[in-house]
């Protein structure tokens, strides 16, 4: 079946969402905008972070789901698709990138502790949004 734009739309649209992702993604919107440029950098750092092979023990999120999808539907990792091939490599890139702005900018133990505490909250979000999505898995 083919899907036409009007579709894609519609399934896309935020109402469509589940409510535990729907506000989680609004509560990441909320940080990165009511903190200081510094903590919501690290909101999005700590993002990129838990997908960094280099960092999580068995892999980030795409690396996982690109081993899965080798070993059950393509039979290798040469025969991912080149974007997916692309995405693990970069996941590195992305978690290291903003390393020499935190190196320059948090000097002392206030700006250090407010960082530390806006990873918290992004990992707490991170938290709440995989259980919603978990919780839907279970039912359906």
């Known amino acids: 079946a083919h899907l036409t734009d009007d579709d894609m739309a519609a399934a896309s649209a935020e109402a469509t969402l589940l409510p535990g992702a729907r506000a989680a993604f609004w509560a990441w919107v909320h940080l990165c905008s009511t903190r200081s440029w510094i903590e919501s950098l690290m909101i999005n750092h700590a993002t990129e972070r838990k997908n960094n092979n280099e960092i999580v023990e068995g892999g980030g999120f795409t690396h ?77």
Do not use: W
């Not at 690109?66 to 539907?73: G, P």
């Not at 025969?79 to 935190?102: E, R």
């Open 64 to 140: 996982r789901m690109a081993m899965k999808k080798a070993r059950e539907i393509v039979g290798s990792v040469e025969k991912l698709d080149p974007n997916t091939q692309l995405h693990m490599t970069a996941d590195i890139g992305h978690s290291d990138m903003f390393d020499p702005v935190f190196e320059k900018y948090v000097r002392d133990s206030d700006t250090g502790a407010t960082v530390i505490r806006a990873a918290q909250d992004c990992l707490a979000l991170d938290r709440a949004y995989r259980g919603t999505l978990g919780s839907a898995m279970l039912e359906s």
